[in-house]
């Protein structure tokens, strides 16, 4: 039963384009599930790299950091609401429940290209920096698209999340399901489709994918944030400007395209980002 409406829906999908075909189904999962150590795996290192976020963060909080956003940033009560917020971070219904939905669905319904399957040669960087470039682009382009097709859109999907004007890493994921859906899965579903790696690669993607934009939430600056901003990679304060201004700065990792869109603005430039102000 199960099984035979999983090779149906990837039938359907395969005819209209969506995936790889079906022959190629019936090869990769003949009558059975395939294994879903893969999977697991992948699940794991999302898990290890959100720990290891959440331990730096904790750690962060404590060091005389500049605040970005001054006079709407209380640290003291952040630190003191910590383990409260990061539990509210790790069971948002928008966040890591229905991407953790999306992950199994679409392995154990052998919806990703055969490489994914496969555990051989290792981690390939170009195959990762592929991944995040594309999605990314992807990701800015819908953010850019919730934004603008209609005020309907917008309210329906991604308002919910622009509530947070001084954002603190621990709303990365706090949304609407319609969000999540628009902006994470569906990029992340067309590269999965365009880029073909293996798991390796797959696991390494994903585990920065998920640390990175929980990162750029961060109510503080982080290190290696003014490296980030010579090389146009994302930094958190790129990111407080699109939520602060709400029509700049739509990319997460990437400000390439929102230099090419013409809707990038320089933290600098935005003067209730423009602080000097310490966590302590």
């Not at 952040?78 to 383990?83: E, L, R, V, Y």
């Not at 998920?210 to 010579?230: A, C, M, N, R, V």
């Amino acid at each position: 039963g199960g099984q035979m409406a999983a090779n149906e829906t990837h039938k359907t999908l395969a005819e209209a384009g969506i995936v790889q075909s079906y022959e190629w189904s019936q090869a990769q999962c003949p009558n059975q599930w395939p294994s879903p150590i893969g999977l697991i795996s992948g699940i794991l290192a999302v898990i290890v790299g959100q720990i290891l976020v959440i331990s730096y963060h904790w750690l962060h909080l404590r060091t005389s950091s500049r605040v970005i956003q001054e006079g709407d940033t209380d640290v003291a009560a952040n630190i003191k609401n910590f383990w409260r917020d990061s539990l509210e971070h790790i069971i948002q219904p928008g966040g890591f429940l229905l991407l953790g939905g999306y992950l199994c669905g679409t392995w154990m319904f052998c919806l990703m290209p055969g490489s994914y399957y496969s555990w051989q040669g290792g981690v390939n960087f170009l195959h990762v920096a592929a991944q995040l470039i594309l999605n990314d682009f992807l990701q800015t382009t819908m953010h850019l698209a919730e934004h603008k097709i209609s005020g309907w859109v917008y309210r329906m999907s991604h308002k919910p999340h622009h509530r947070f004007l001084s954002p603190k890493m621990f709303d990365a994921f706090n949304g609407s399901l319609l969000d999540t859906f628009l902006m994470i899965l569906v990029p992340l579903f067309i590269t999965a489709q365009t880029i073909h790696c293996n798991v390796w690669s797959y696991m390494a993607f994903g585990t920065i994918f998920s640390s990175w934009l929980t990162l750029i939430h961060s109510e503080l600056e982080h290190p290696w944030d003014p490296l980030f901003e010579k090389l146009g990679l994302g930094t958190a304060a790129d990111h407080h400007v699109h939520h602060r201004c709400f029509i700049y700065n739509y990319g997460h990792f990437f400000m390439w395209w929102d230099m090419l869109y013409g809707t990038y603005r320089r933290p600098s430039e935005v003067a209730s980002l423009n602080k000097t102000k310490k966590a302590a």
